[in-house]
């Protein structure tokens, strides 16, 4: 074998290996570029799990806080209609305590009206009945139980109740002339209308008759 031919094989050879070793390269990275694309779409994957469980977790706390928000609106309610149910239970049971003792106050009334305070032997009933009344009065009082005592006002319609009606010369019509029975509110509000008897208008006379 001459040199020359021999220096050829070594070229070939070495061609050869290059070319192995360049393929080798190339394979190797191909593997790597693999391996990477499906790593990254294993994370891809596991991020789009997150984002997917963070949305629903959002949603779900949304959910929460409106469940929480309607719960205690509700409550609210309960509280409210509670308050009001409570406050007109105390309403009712005052008022009804309020007519109770109204009537006992007309009681006494009367009882002062017809006695003969004339007479001395009566002073200390009058005595007794005047401190029993007052004490009824302030009773009343301190609930919110006030006298309506219209003598000399105009009658009014929303708070008089007008027994009778009687002409008196001097008195503009319409006017309460005497008072029969007060009438009484609870904090503002009437609960008993005054009875009263109202003055009228004289009948008016023509002239040319």
């Not at 009367?110 to 009344?133: M, Y």
């Not at 009065?137 to 009778?164: C, R, W, Y």
């Not at 002409?167 to 008072?179: L, M, R, S, W, Y």
């Amino acid at each position: 074998m001459t040199t020359e031919s021999t220096s050829n094989k070594e070229e070939l050879s070495a061609e050869q290996l290059a070319d192995d070793i360049v393929q080798q390269a190339e394979e190797q990275v191909e593997d790597q570029h693999d391996h990477a694309h499906e790593v990254i779409s294993a994370e891809q994957e596991k991020i789009n799990e997150l984002e997917l469980a963070l949305a629903t977790a959002q949603s779900t706390v949304a959910d929460q806080k409106d469940s929480v928000i309607r719960a205690k609106a509700e409550v609210d309610n309960i509280r409210r209609r509670a308050a009001q149910d409570v406050e007109k239970a105390r309403k009712f049971a005052l008022e009804k305590f309020a007519g109770e003792m109204l009537t006992s106050v007309d009681n006494l009334e009367r009882a002062l009206q017809n006695i003969d305070k004339e007479d001395e032997s009566n002073k200390g009933v009058i005595e007794g009945v005047e401190l029993t009344l007052q004490g009824l009065i302030t009773s009343l009082d301190k609930f919110g139980v006030k006298a309506v005592d219209p003598q000399d006002q105009p009658f009014n319609p929303e708070l008089h109740q007008a027994m009778s009606m009687q002409e008196v010369p001097g008195v503009a019509p319409n006017t309460v002339i005497a008072v029969m029975q007060k009438g009484y509110e609870l904090n503002g509000r009437l609960i008993r209308p005054a009875m009263v008897m109202v003055s009228k208008a004289a009948p008016t006379v023509d002239a040319t008759a």
